[in-house]
Nanobody, 123 residues
Framework: QVQLVESGGGLVQAGGSLRLSCAAS????????MGWFRQAPGKEREFVAAISQSGITRGYADSVKGRFTISRDNAKNLAYLQMNSLKPEDAAVYTC????????????????WGQGTQVTVSS
């Protein structure tokens, strides 16, 4: 079992930056692929970014590529999502998730989910 707690959300102006953090507790953090997903009001949850157990493999949704960076610190049991050049369409609840079996960008493969943190982008 892994418990995930996100932080770092808030209100930012378009063009600004935020860094989200995901703190993990429970099983060994380095066993898990970590992913970030988001859900805007009235829309389905969508993939944002993922990072493999070692951090070598990273993937991004086309909509955030070049603006967002996912990273992790296995010694601190933390995953991050650095978001730059934010746009109003990035506003959503951002949730981190952990997957026990290999790297994936598919939502259904993730076993553990946090509660989410709200990101609001003003135009």
């Amino acid at each position: 079992q892994v418990q995930l707690v996100e932080s770092g959300g808030g209100l930012v102006q378009a063009g600004g930056s935020l860094r989200l953090s995901c703190a993990a507790s429970g099983r060994t953090f380095s066993y898990y692929t970590m992913g970030w997903f988001r859900q805007a009001p009235g829309k389905e949850r969508e993939f944002v970014a993922a990072i493999s157990q070692s951090g070598i493999t990273r993937g991004y949704a086309d909509s955030v590529k070049g603006r967002f960076t996912i990273s992790r610190d296995n010694a601190k049991n933390l995953a991050y999502l650095q978001m730059n050049s934010l746009k109003p369409e990035d506003a959503a609840v951002y949730t981190c998730a952990a997957r026990a079996f290999g790297y994936s960008t598919q939502m259904k493969g993730y076993d553990y989910w946090g509660q989410g943190t709200q990101v609001t982008v003003s135009s």
